[in-house]
């Protein structure tokens, strides 16, 4: 930071030690002889200092009222003993932390920042900034937003404004993620009692419109909210309440939204439309602001698009339920049950509770992904973790929503499906059926089982057997083996416990159980042939690539060469990773493009030296899908095998390790 700005923040740290009362940026503006915005940017900077004196030290700003520090007798000791500001250790920001505090400028600013203020803001050099500035485009990009750096003018974003707001909603999540930059979501911003948002949601949509008035908005959407039939979930509540600050903020700087007007025609149709027009009525009285009739559309939208919070209770009103939604929701649904039982290998069609919930759930979701809203899923990474099997057989059903809709479901949306289909395959409770393998004797096997038995009640054991003894059992009659020996099975899960069966192999059982009660069993209940499906000169070990569009680019073309498929094919598959990402947890990923560009079905395999970035995670396996999803059995019969190896962390780890084509060919026709 240069001399002059120094002198500057220790001025302004100086008025706001001998201010007794609150003092207003007006008031520092003049004091200090520059900008309001000039008063703003320093206040974040000395915030920053203040921060960093480990001191009982906080800058307070409050609407209205002003800014003041409060301090304890240590902390006044320590702020009059600074000769020189610059002296405060700053710590260094990570990249990460650079790179969403510009992305956060870019975002709040109405005109070009220039390189040289965000070098000043985040004590780096130029050099340095313009590395970040990649990467923050390549985040812009996503959104098909453009960076636009020109020399003497500055940078800006341009771009779609329905894009720009997608951009800033997915800020938020981000800014969620993680402490800012100033750790200023436990200081300076001010407290809401009365408010049903959680105080890290008032905060963080505070940092970004600081002006806000989330009171005043919150009012009129609980009001609004009592003409519904529904009680809106507190995450589709808050979701509506950051679209409007948004909207309402743009519209201040004369950037209003379109709506296409067949859209904007059906959405009228809706009683929801008559709700949304209530709320921009109220909001335009309270904040003295004009709502255009397209903003109107998208608060319908976000009504329409929103979860509820009640759970559905069936009791004996299944057909009336059922009548009341639309026929194309309860086929899409019942073509979701039917996929995803057949691939767990479960009957789900009975499960009226499931039909419904989920039917009432498609609904909401139909509507977001028509309209290109998004839905955000908190519980996402912790489904992909912990339930793999049926979080893929969830994802499968993407198929489904492009046959019945033409539309592309998203990452979030699968996740909210592998919720409804989880409770219902808990309330099928079927118990896992388990082989115990033990080497030494009777009495140690009873008491291995006995032990099971009693901790472990969804566990059903069906037999005992010695290591040499197991391939006398038929596999269709249990699920997994449960040994005290090293071993493999090639057909069922095993796994190794001590015999004297401690709380680490309880948890280990139980993490078995969970995904393989009910995802898709191995062997010879699932007769089919797929070795076709996989080529022994599309499987690729020890791979390097820059990203994951490189590597589509790459395995692409040598499918493009060898003629299964046709030259659209890639950029489709670009498409859809822009829209979601295909991994699917474990490291794994499944990246595919349109199915009726698939000349001739095919799986190309790629394992990979280094992980690369697939969006919120670390990949290294990558099944690069050319199918046709719908017609081919034996692309069925994959998927059903393919979600198992999912749950299979050995069989994982033995790809992984496998640098011959020929072995990691036989152990996938294997899987």
């Not at 990246?591 to 395999?605: R, W, Y």
């Not at 394992?607 to 050319?626: H, K, M, R, S, T």
Request: charged share 25%; glycine share 4%.
């Amino acid at each position: 930071m240069n001399k002059t700005a120094d002198t500057r923040l220790e001025k302004l740290l100086n008025l706001l030690i001998t201010n007794d009362t609150p003092i207003t940026i007006d008031k520092l503006s003049l004091n200090l002889g520059v900008s309001n915005r000039c008063v703003r940017n320093d206040l974040e900077k000395l915030e920053l200092y203040l921060t960093n004196l480990k001191e009982d030290v906080r800058l307070i700003k409050k609407p209205r009222v002003g800014i003041w520090i409060e301090y304890s007798k240590d902390g006044l000791k320590k702020l009059k003993s600074i000769r020189n500001i610059s002296d405060i250790y700053i710590e260094p920001y990570s990249s990460e932390e650079r790179r969403r505090f510009i992305i956060k400028k870019l975002v709040q600013s109405t005109e070009p920042i220039s390189m040289q203020f965000l070098a000043d803001e985040l004590f780096v050099s130029r050099v340095t900034i313009h590395k970040d500035l990649n990467c923050v485009e390549e985040w812009f990009q996503k959104y098909s937003l453009t960076l636009v750096k020109k020399q003497n003018y500055g940078i800006e974003i341009q771009g779609d404004e329905k894009n720009w707001r997608k951009a800033a909603i997915d800020l938020l999540v981000d800014l969620k993620k993680g402490q800012e930059i100033k750790d200023i979501l436990s200081q300076s911003l001010e407290y809401l009692p009365n408010s049903r948002l959680n105080q890290h949601d008032i905060n963080h949509i505070k940092e970004l419109i600081p002006h806000i008035e989330i009171l005043t908005i919150e009012k009129i959407i609980t009001e609004a909210e009592k003409k519904l039939k529904y009680t809106l979930s507190d995450e589709a509540f808050t979701g509506l309440l950051i679209h409007i600050a948004i909207s309402i903020e743009r519209l201040k700087q004369a950037k209003d939204i379109k709506m296409d007007s067949k859209w904007l025609k059906d959405l009228k149709t809706h009683d929801e439309y008559e709700i949304a027009s209530t709320i921009g009525l109220q909001l335009g009285k309270e904040l003295h602001i004009t709502i255009p009739e397209s903003e109107i559309g998208y608060i319908t939208l976000h009504i329409l698009g929103a979860q509820l919070l009640e759970p559905v209770d069936i009791g004996d009103n299944k057909d009336t339920l059922i009548k009341n939604i639309e026929p194309e929701i309860i086929s899409l649904t019942k073509d979701i049950i039917q996929l995803t039982g057949n691939i767990l290998s479960v009957s789900l069609q009975n499960d009226n509770n499931l039909l419904v919930g989920l039917a009432l759930h498609l609904r909401t979701t139909v509507k977001r992904l028509q309209y290109g809203l998004s839905m955000r899923n908190p519980l996402l990474g912790n489904i992909k973790e912990n339930f793999p099997s049926i979080f893929g057989a969830s994802w499968a059903t993407s198929i489904i929503f492009e046959k019945h809709f033409g539309i592309r479901i998203t990452e979030e949306e699968i996740g909210y499906i592998a919720l409804h289909i989880g409770a219902a395959l808990e309330r099928l409770n079927e118990k896992t059926k388990a082989i115990v393998v033990c080497a030494t004797g009777v009495g140690t096997s009873q008491l291995v089982v006995s032990r099971l038995e009693k901790r472990i009640k969804d566990l059903e054991i069906v037999g005992v057997s010695s290591y040499h003894d197991i391939q006398k059992y038929d596999t269709t009659e249990f699920d997994i083996i449960i040994s005290t020996i090293p071993m493999r099975h090639d057909l069922k899960p095993v796994v190794k416990i001590n015999v004297f069966v401690d709380d680490q192999d309880i948890s280990a059982i139980n993490t078995y159980i969970k995904n393989f009660n009910y995802a898709s069993k191995f062997g010879n209940t699932i007769k089919n042939n797929h070795n076709h499906i996989f080529s022994k000169d599309l499987i690729y070990t020890n791979c390097v690539y820059k990203d994951k569009k490189d590597l589509i680019k790459n395995i692409g073309q040598n499918l493009l060469d060898k003629g299964y498929i046709k030259k659209s094919f890639i950029q489709t598959a670009i498409k859809r990773e822009q829209i979601t990402s295909t991994a699917v947890g474990k490291g794994v990923a499944i990246p595919h493009g349109k199915e009726s560009l698939v000349i001739t079905p095919v799986i190309a395999v790629a394992i990979l030296q280094n992980p690369i970035d697939w969006g919120d995670e670390l990949v290294d396996i990558v099944f690069f899908l050319a199918l046709q999803f719908e017609n081919a059995q034996d692309t069925k019969s994959f998927f059903k095998k393919f979600y198992s190896l999912l749950d299979n962390h050995a069989k994982l780890e033995e790809i992984r390790s496998t640098n011959n084509k020929e072995d990691l060919y036989q152990l996938l026709i294997d899987i």
